[in-house]
């Protein structure tokens, strides 16, 4: 009976957390997926956590608006949680973390507009 409940409150902290992890790992290897290491992992982790984490405790207060903004929040929260992580891999002092900022926004964007989908279309054949 408690399930779905908190599907609904754990749910956005791991998905920010992965799609936070996943924009870092990819701009970290500058998406040579081969180059992957447990460093790169970690260091990843590090701000996947911290961003997620800041997101979906954000997002518990604040009602749900546009899902596009949610996205942009998580993109502007990586990207300064990133530029205090690690240092900068290419680029000026702060590209890699504008660049993975941007990532995480449109690793967001996507999978948020796949799971709606996703949700829709389950809901509409139950429906049926």
Known sequence: MNGPRRDRKVGPFVENISESMAACL?????????????????????????AGA??????????????????????????IVDFFVHEGQFGSLVTEAIVTGFGAFLFSWAVGSLLRRWRQARHCSAVQ
């Open 26 to 50: 990819v701009t970290m290897v500058q998406g040579n997926l081969l180059a992957i290491s447990i460093g790169h992992l970690l260091v990843a982790m590090q701000t996947g956590v911290v």
């Open 54 to 79: 800041i997101v979906g405790a954000v997002l518990i207060f604040w009602e749900r608006g546009k899902p596009w903004v949610v996205s942009a929040l998580l993109g502007v929260v990586t990207g």
